[in-house]
């Protein structure tokens, strides 16, 4: 595995706007794009280029001209997260007695729902105190049996009938802080989901008693696997609520500040709800909520609320003419096993978001109060649906799963001292209200928490959780209205210079270009919201390219999402290899070559150069891998087969001898530039990776060595021996120092490593026969006889009717040779 470049001394605060250049950079150990304003004498020859400045002011050369953070992607420290596939958090174990207790929890919620359902006929109204501060954890068997019946009473206030077609119910969930609160419906509109609900939260219950995972559940796996029946259920579950005249379910978790949350959601969704009274709009009735309330950090109603799947998807929220009331806007319900992580990138798929349930709540509050019939919003619950505020086992944080036995905060570090996290989250009360105010008021604004959705060209994409960051954006997997998964890329376009942000759009750009091409990754739909910028970069109409973009804009990218990159399914598999002598095994390794050059291919021929081809770029979509990341690709003008670069881009394992020194000028005095082979030298450090399981300057730790090395022509790349010829031959033709001599595309899909050669067949003995006899007749071409003989025997091996024998072999032979 290779190591990390040093890079040379980065500044205080290891991050550049290089003026002249397109691209600020972060300067870490990890990656670095260098911009060439150290472009002076040096030759193609390494040790003149880096003699030609004393290392300190070329350092400071190289500093100014970072551009922008390009992590190199090593195969042991990939920068992307994996998803873990249904980790269990350390925190929550489940006991077998967990278990035990949470199906008997469940048989309880059961049993209060029937109850419960009886008293929803009376417009009861359902309030579950919080209790004190503390815990973080909570297993089913920690719920003592005092709390246990409020929280399934509670649930079962989510009954069908709770609300009902007549609409006389009127149903209110009063959240108190941390508390645990179930839906109900809301109005008339809300009473059918409400069924489809519990029916949903049974089978949760089931699912998550059954599997013992009551507690994380991978987000994105559940998605990935169910997310088309999810789809299908909720189109099913939509023609039933329209023709039953709507409802809404909702299931949710409450916490500190929650009406402000609950309110904001409401703006959302108001005037759907307004203006559907007798349409539908189910938010989340698929999902059953495990919820742990945390009061300092949630966004919305809980910091970190599990949304165990069951059934997820079968509703959609904002359909129908709701949706039509609300302009267009999609809106994501929140189908799928969700996980929202504060914690950004280390945990994506942990993170669990309930925002769209707890906000469908809140909808149904808002809808309450606008109707007038919401007196019960506010006020206390009955005694009987409380929890004791100082319940020893219930907290703040605590998670409350109705049946579902376990589950631990995401939201404060598993590390940090219980007492710690007491006061955590007492410090953080304040702050945690003060910055839900502000989501509110921004929520409101906006019409829709921006913490928990992207809006992209007025449709909404509902965050699943961060995918990874790259040296300029953020990616996160999001949802949309039709449950379809994506990667949003959001770039942040404020303080950058427009070369920079004109450097974005180009992406756009390419990708627009590339649509339709399946071996690139595809652009669904994008939204540059400052669009003076964009319309002033798409004219190339910049009059101060060093000016900096001051206005809050984004870009937002909608792409397909991929679901492995190169780099970890190389480090996946080089850790099955681990121990054993074994290489990787070729035919693997032929099946991806392949699809990489493809890719590769297709933007050459569209004249575009990659310019920072590494395995991390390379994602898995549907099994075939697909380009990504064409942030610093570039277009090749017509008249030319390179392009002009203002600096050293790329991913320093990966970059090409020319990319170190392009601009430069070499021995002969010409200037050295970047084309496309130096995307094939890029792809042949993927594909020795691929090989050796390290990249060829590997053991090049620092940035200086590397570009030594790799801008020396006489440095000879080690080639460990292989037992394909080919394969070594393919690895040489890829990493020619001199880039005339590398192979082009078209050659290398037709390279003997991926095209073996066929032995040509030996001939039959029958033709070798006729052969001979062609050779004696010419030979004997006077003598009549003789060539005739031959020609009858020539005719009797040929006919596919006849058959020679030996002994009639020998006998013509014979007589042949009377006659000469
Ligand atoms: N469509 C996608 N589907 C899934 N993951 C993606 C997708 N696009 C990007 N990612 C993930 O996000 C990471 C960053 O994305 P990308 O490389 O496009 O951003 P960047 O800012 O240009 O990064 P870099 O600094 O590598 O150039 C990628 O390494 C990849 O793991």
């Not at 909808?363 to 006020?379: D, F, H, I, P």
């Not at 290489?583 to 297709?602: M, P, S």
């Not at 024998?805 to 013509?812: A, P, V």
Request: net charge neutral; charged share 20%.
């Amino acid at each position: 595995m290779e190591g990390e470049p040093e890079l040379p001394a980065p500044s205080a605060e290891a991050k550049f706007f290089n003026h002249e250049q397109s691209r600020p950079i972060n300067i870490n150990s990890d990656s670095i794009n260098l911009s060439r304003s150290f472009n002076t004498t040096s030759t193609y020859n390494s040790s003149t280029s880096s003699s030609s400045h004393s290392p300190p002011d070329f350092v400071r050369d190289i500093q100014a001209a970072f551009k922008r953070h390009r992590p190199v992607a090593v195969m042991h420290k990939p920068r992307r997260n994996v998803v873990p596939q249904r980790e269990t958090p350390k925190e929550s174990s489940i006991k077998p007695q967990s278990i035990f207790e949470s199906k008997k929890c469940k048989e309880d919620i059961l049993q209060s729902r029937r109850i419960q359902s009886r008293r929803c006929a009376n417009n009861d109204d359902v309030s579950i105190t919080p209790p004190s501060e503390g815990a973080t954890t909570l297993d089913a068997h920690d719920i003592d049996q005092r709390t246990r019946p409020q929280i399934n009473d509670a649930v079962a206030s989510l009954r069908p009938g709770h609300g009902n077609a007549q609409g006389e119910v009127q149903r209110k969930v009063h959240f108190s802080r941390n508390a645990i609160a179930t839906s109900r419906g809301a109005d008339d509109q809300m009473a059918t989901g409400t069924g489809d609900l519990l029916s949903h939260m049974d089978s949760l219950a089931l699912t998550e008693t059954e599997t013992g995972m009551g507690n994380q559940v991978d987000a994105s796996a559940a998605v990935n696997q169910d997310w088309r029946n999810h789809h299908f259920q909720s189109m099913e579950m939509e023609n039933s609520l329209r023709s039953e005249g709507g409802i809404s379910s909702i299931v949710t978790g409450g916490t500190i500040g929650v009406h402000d949350q609950l309110h904001q959601f409401g703006n959302f969704l108001q005037n759907d709800l307004n203006n559907a009274i007798t349409q539908s709009s189910v938010i989340g009735s698929s999902c059953v909520t495990s919820t742990l309330m945390n009061s300092s950090s949630a966004p919305m109603i809980s910091s970190t609320t599990y949304y165990s799947q069951s059934q997820a998807g079968d509703a959609q929220l904002g359909t129908g003419p709701a949706e039509e009331a609300e302009g267009q806007m999609d809106v994501v319900q929140p189908s799928c096993s969700l996980s929202k992580n504060s914690g950004g990138e280390s945990a994506p798929q942990s993170a669990v978001t309930s925002q769209a349930i707890s906000s469908a709540l809140a909808t149904a509050m808002e809808v309450n109060k606008s109707s007038g019939s919401c007196k019960g919003l506010q006020t206390s619950l009955p005694h009987d649906y409380s929890i004791a505020k100082d319940s020893p086992q219930l907290d703040n944080s605590y998670p409350v799963k109705g049946d579902i036995p376990n589950v631990k905060s995401q939201h404060q570090p598993s590390d940090v001292p219980l007492s710690d996290k007491k006061l955590e989250n007492s410090k953080s009360e304040k702050p945690g209200r003060e910055a839900t105010g502000k989501a509110t008021s921004t929520s409101r604004k906006k019409g829709y928490d921006p913490d928990l959705f992207f809006k992209v060209n007025g449709k909404l994409y509902q965050r699943l959780g961060k995918i990874g960051s790259g040296g300029s954006s953020e990616v996160h997997k999001v949802i949309s209205s039709d449950c379809t998964i994506y990667a949003l890329k959001k770039i942040k376009l404020k303080g950058r210079d427009y070369a920079t942000a004109f450097g974005f759009c180009q992406e756009i750009e390419y990708l627009t270009k590339l649509r339709g091409k399946n071996n690139i990754i595809q652009l669904i739909d994008y939204e540059v919201t400052d669009k003076t910028l964009l319309r002033e970069v798409m004219h190339g109409s910049i009059s101060n390219k060093v000016a900096r973009v001051r206005d809050d804009g984004f870009i937002y990218m909608v792409l397909e999402y991929g679901e492995i990159d190169l780099a970890h399914m190389l480090a996946q598999k080089w850790k099955e290899l681990d121990g054993s002598n074994a290489t990787i095994d070729e035919n693997w390794l032929r099946f991806y070559w392949q699809q990489i050059l493809q890719a590769v291919n297709t933007i050459h021929e569209e004249r575009i150069v990659h310019s920072d081809l590494k395995p991390a770029n390379f994602l898995l979509v549907r099994g075939f891998l697909k380009l990504i990341d064409f942030g610093i690709a570039k277009a090749i003008m017509s008249d030319t087969t390179n392009i002009q670069r203002d600096s050293q881009v790329g991913t320093l394992s990966y970059m090409s001898p020319e990319a170190f020194m392009c601009n430069e000028t070499d021995a002969n005095g010409n200037t050295i530039k970047c084309g496309r082979s130096s995307d094939i030298w890029s792809l042949g450090c993927i594909l020795y990776q691929m090989v050796y399981g390290r990249t060829p300057f590997a053991e090049y730790k620092t940035f200086w060595a590397k570009f030594k090395v790799i801008t020396d022509p006489n440095h000879e790349i080690i080639y460990e021996p292989l037992p394909n010829p080919w394969l070594l031959d393919l690895l040489k033709k890829c990493l020619a120092w001199d880039r005339n001599e590398r192979w082009r595309i078209p050659q290398l899909l037709q390279h003997p490593f991926l095209v073996p050669p066929v032995p040509p067949k030996s001939p039959s003995p029958p033709d070798q026969l006729c052969t001979l006899l062609q050779l004696i007749a010419e030979s004997t071409a006077d003598d009549q006889k003789g060539a005739l003989l031959c020609s009858q025997l020539h005719g009797m091996l040929t006919d596919p009717r006849v058959s020679v024998s030996r002994d009639q072999l020998r006998k013509f032979l014979q007589i042949l040779n009377s006659l000469l």
